[in-house]
Nanobody
Framework: VQLQASGGGLVQTGDSLRISCAVS????????IGWLRQAPGKEREFVAS????????YYTDSVKGRFTIAKDNAKNTVILQMNSLKPEDTAVYFC???????????????WGQGTLVTVSS
């Protein structure tokens, strides 16, 4: 399984941004996929996840109500729609997937490269 993240960029506080993770290879009904992020000088943290064959989603508290994770099954892509962005959302965002997903957190059996999201104040 290969994951390819895209869509990061520089935005202002309050703006929206969508990042995507394209999946090559096969994931299973037991799998999960989502996003983690790492801000400068901080540890990597969980952001959001979704079951591969199930619409249930999970979010860290700081992004609930602002971020939405969704799958585009036709395109084998997972999207993270980020609204009302704040400077504290600035981080490198990593797409990750697990073969056997234990919600909500991802262990990271598979990783994509990071995509940088910068939110200016």
């Amino acid at each position: 399984v290969q994951l390819q993240a895209s869509g990061g960029g520089l935005v202002q506080t309050g703006d929206s941004l969508r990042i995507s993770c394209a999946v090559s290879g096969r994931l299973y009904s037991s799998s999960g996929i989502g996003w983690l992020r790492q801000a400068p000088g901080k540890e990597r943290e969980f952001v959001a996840s979704i079951r591969w064959n199930d619409p249930r989603t999970y979010y860290t508290d700081s992004v609930k109500g602002r971020f939405t994770i969704a799958k585009d099954n036709a395109k084998n892509t997972v999207i993270l729609q980020m609204n009302s962005l704040k400077p504290e959302d600035t981080a490198v965002y990593f797409c990750a997937a697990d073969r056997y997903f234990r919600a909500p957190h991802l262990q990271g059996d598979y990783w994509g490269q990071g995509t940088l999201v910068t939110v200016s104040s």
